[in-house]
Each structure stands twice: as C-alpha cells, then as structure tokens.
C-alpha cells in the first residue's frame, strides 16, 4: 500500500534556529497535510496544501507541495520552546477519502 | 479548539472487560474516522464513516466494534481486548463530497487506553 516516509526522524535544535523536515512518497498524491502533535493530544492541522507547487505559510510555518507531487516539505523559522512535538505529513490520493500518515519526525528545541 | 471531543481522556481495563470509548464533532462534518497510534508507528485507520455509513474497516478485529448513530457522534465499543491494543485512539471527522478532493481531517484529542 502507499507508505509515507518522513525524515529526519527526530531532531535537536537550539531555540532560534531555522527546521527544515519533508515528506516524501513513492506514490503520487493530490492532498499535502501536515500536522503537529503535543504529547496526550491529538494531531492538531498546521498546513493543507492542494496543489503542486504550492507554498502556504501559517506565520513561521511554510510548507511547499513539491511539483513531482511525491513530496512535501515543512519548515519552521526561528524555532521557540512551544514548537516540541512530533510533526506529521499526510497525504490523499486523487479524491480518496482517506489519507496516509507519516511516520513523524520528532522536535526537541533546546534553550 | 473545541471541534472533535472524546471521552474518556484516559482509561484503564482488563481484558474481560466492557468498554466504549465516545467522539463527538460539532463541525457539521459527515465523515468521522477511528484511528489507532501505537508508539513509534504511524497512525493507523481503522474505521470510516461516511453519512453514518461504514465505507471501511481496515481489516480490524472484532473486539473493536464502531457505532455511528448519526453524523455527530461516533463510539468504539471495545471488549475482550489483548495488552497489545494499548493505545492513543484518535478520533477524527472531516467535510467529504464525492468527486472533490479530499477534505481535511480534524482530530480530537484522544483516548489513552491502557489494557492489563
């Protein structure tokens, strides 16, 4: 089945610091998710992308829907404390209901 | 964000055990989704539901039996569980039109469950 792969696994940054993370599939996909998660919570949406080629922001977020359309990228600018957490792709093939999620990369922010 | 709800936060059972575990979405969604995050593996669907209608079971087994009364509320009746089902289970809705594209899911916060 379609399998997302996300990297780098986790990462240790210091807090300032630019994060990059991205996405990556064999399969083609029309819908680009990403999500974040808080320990004991759910995955809470930051980015949906539609299109390849898109580049949304949501304030120090941008995420870029890469134009192969087998690929998403996610990056955070000048990283604070509150950015700790496990960041999800996901993504939907043309007009399925259903997505397929990442396995998540892991963000620690150091002080 | 108040959206998707889920209740009990946290629960404990044995595995003779009864036990249903409740969502709730006040989005005004017609599909709500059943998922399972084990730790350190992606999380993985176990059931959609489309206009009340199941439209998936992903192969899950039947001591996780899903109940939709309508297009709010969703419940996971659990029973006779193994340790094994520990787990977050997530609870999701999202907007769904046949022949659009996919629509977001939303998640509620999650049930941590815990299986003696």
């Known amino acids: 089945g379609q399998q997302l792969n996300q990297s780098p696994q986790s990462m240790f940054i210091q807090e300032g610091e630019d994060v990059s993370m991205n996405c990556t599939s064999s399969s083609i996909f029309n819908t680009w998710l990403w999500y974040k998660q808080d320990p004991g919570e759910g995955p809470v949406l930051l980015i949906a992308?539609?299109?390849?080629?898109e580049l949304t922001s949501n304030g120090r977020l941008t995420a870029q829907f890469g134009i192969t359309r087998k690929d998403s990228f996610l990056n955070i600018s000048a990283s604070i404390p509150s950015d700790v957490g496990i960041y999800f792709c996901?993504?939907?093939?043309?007009?399925?209901?259903?997505?397929?999620f990442g396995p998540g990369t892991r963000l620690s922010v150091l002080p | 964000e108040t959206g998707v709800t889920q209740t009990p936060r946290h629960l404990v059972m044995g595995m003779t055990n009864k036990k249903s575990l409740k969502c709730e979405q006040h989005?005004?969604?017609?599909?709500m989704y059943w998922y399972k995050q084990s730790a350190k593996k992606p999380l993985e669907l176990m059931f959609v539901y489309n206009f009340k209608e199941q439209t998936e079971n992903n192969s899950v087994p039947s001591r996780f039996s899903p109940e939709c009364p309508n297009s709010s509320h969703l419940f996971l009746h659990l029973h006779t569980l193994q340790p094994e089902d520990s787990a977050l289970y997530l609870c999701?809705?999202?907007?769904?039109?046949?022949?659009?594209?996919?629509?977001?899911?939303?998640f509620g916060p999650g049930t941590r469950l815990t299986v003696l």
């Open positions: 999701a809705s999202s907007q769904w039109t046949s022949g659009s594209r996919t629509d977001t899911q939303y």
């Open positions: 992308l539609y299109k390849a080629g």
């Open positions: 996901a993504g939907a093939d043309n007009y399925g209901q259903n997505f397929v």
């Open positions: 989005l005004g969604h017609n599909a």
